[in-house]
Every structure is written in structure tokens, then in C-alpha cells.
């Protein structure tokens, strides 16, 4: 296991990605993009026309498909087969259809499973996603909870969106983030909280230098003090 394990856990467009990826920067850590992983296997079922709603077969396209996750220029590059796939999981089809994913018991077994095996080859990591805190890395050395309110949220995602020539309104967006945040927080496995022992940070009116900044000062302050235990 990486011998520094940092877990930023949060809502849909709270920043967590761009923030986890700048503080492994930092840090000369890897960075996972969990929600990247549950894209991968969405993409890979609307593209096999799995039925979402069967457990069985959505595990199936494990063995079908061979997924990759590495870290390419700073980004988690994504491909399925050899085939890059970095933009497609993006596609609004698929970001829809993530919840089912998501809810798939023994789906996320293997992706929390496949989680770990990643922590297990590399020194530092910096991982994202929704369950990260409480159930990948229950033992990580730092745990945060990034979150901001639904109205600035929509604002980043469509801001996000925009640079890729999206035109959805400020309030599609804002239902939609709601929706996903009913699902994640409804969820009966790896439901989104933040763990007993997370930092919380709300990042509503912080700039992204300043939430990367303060956590990397928390991190300081709690790695300083386990290694003067
Ligand atoms: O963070 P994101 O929007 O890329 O996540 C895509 C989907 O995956 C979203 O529906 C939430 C889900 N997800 C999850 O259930 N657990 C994670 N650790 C990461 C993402």
C-alpha cells in the first residue's frame, strides 16, 4: 500500500478532480479519478446494450473488456480495449447512466478492489470520488470532504461544459446536479458522506489555488504530527 494516501471525497462539480489532481502535484503523488472508472464501465455497457438493472451482466463486461487507467500529462487517461476513451465518458449518455453503475454492489466491489491495487503500486496517491474516505481507503492518512452549494456548482459545470461547446441552461444544470446528488447520498453502498474523521471544506467562495493551498497546509500539519508520534 502507497505509504501516503490522501482521499477527497464530495458532490458532483464540488472540484474534487481539478483539486485532487493539483495536490498530487504538489505532493509528487498519483492522482485516481474514481468516477472516471465507474464512466468507463457505463460507456462499456450502453456500448454492449447491457441491461443496467442486471448485476450479473454488468460484471460480465469485466471480462469482456479490458479497462485502463493511467495517469497521462496530469489527467486520468481512460481506455477500454486499447481504444482511448477520455472524451467519451464525458458524454452527457453517460454521466446519466453513471447512478445505475454506481449502484451495482458488486460492481463497486471490483472498482473499490481495482482502487486498491493502484494504491498497492505506487508510493503516494491522491484519490477522488465519493466513497473514498469511508470505503476504499478506510485508513487513509488524510481524508477530505470538498463541498460547495448546488448554485455555484452549476456555475463550474457549466463553465466546464462550455469549454467543450455545451449550451445547457444554468437550471437544466443545477436539476441535474441535484438529481445526481440524491442519487449519490441515497445510495444503500458507498453512499456519498464524509467520514467520521474528514476534513470539511466548504469551497463555495474559494478560488481553486486557495482550497489546493489550504489542504496541502492540513496535510503538512498531519503528516508533521504522525511522524513526530
Ligand atoms: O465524479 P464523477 O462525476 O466523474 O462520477 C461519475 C459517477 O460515478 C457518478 O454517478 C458518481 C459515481 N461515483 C461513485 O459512485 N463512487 C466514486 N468513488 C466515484 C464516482
Excluded: H, W
Excluded at 104 to 125: D, G, N, S, T, Y
Excluded at 198 to 220: P, Q, S
Amino acid at each position: 500500500m502507497a505509504n501516503l494516501v490522501i482521499t477527497i471525497d464530495g458532490p458532483a462539480a464540488s472540484g474534487k478532480s481539478t483539486v485532487a489532481r493539483l495536490l498530487a502535484e504538489r505532493l509528487g503523488a498519483s492522482f485516481l479519478d474514481t468516477g472516471s472508472m465507474y464512466r468507463a464501465v457505463t460507456l462499456a455497457a450502453i456500448e454492449g446494450g447491457v441491461d443496467m438493472s442486471d448485476e450479473e451482466k454488468l460484471l460480465s463486461v469485466f471480462d469482456n473488456r479490458k479497462f485502463q487507467f493511467a495517469v497521462r500529462e496530469g489527467r486520468m487517461a481512460v481506455s477500454i480495449d486499447g481504444l482511448d476513451v477520455t472524451e467519451q465518458i464525458r458524454r452527457q449518455e453517460v454521466t446519466a447512466n453513471a447512478r445505475y453503475i454506481a449502484s451495482a454492489v458488486k460492481v463497486r466491489e471490483k472498482l473499490v478492489e481495482m482502487q486498491r491495487q493502484f494504491a498497492a503500486r505506487e508510493k503516494k496517491i491522491v484519490t477522488e470520488g465519493r466513497d473514498q474516505g469511508t470505503v476504499a481507503f478506510p485508513n487513509a492518512d488524510v481524508k477530505f470532504y470538498l463541498t460547495a452549494d448546488t448554485g455555484e456548482r452549476a456555475k463550474r459545470r457549466q463553465n466546464e461544459l462550455r469549454t467543450r461547446g455545451g449550451l445547457e441552461s444554468l437550471e437544466r444544470i443545477q436539476d441535474a446536479i441535484e438529481e445526481r446528488d440524491k442519487s449519490d447520498q441515497d445510495r444503500e453502498v458507498g453512499p456519498l458522506r464524509p467520514a467520521e474523521d474528514a476534513i470539511v471544506v466548504d469551497t463555495t467562495d474559494l478560488g481553486i489555488e486557495e482550497v489546493v493551498e489550504k489542504l496541502l497546509r492540513c496535510v503538512e500539519e498531519k503528516c508533521l504530527k504522525r511522524d513526530q508520534k
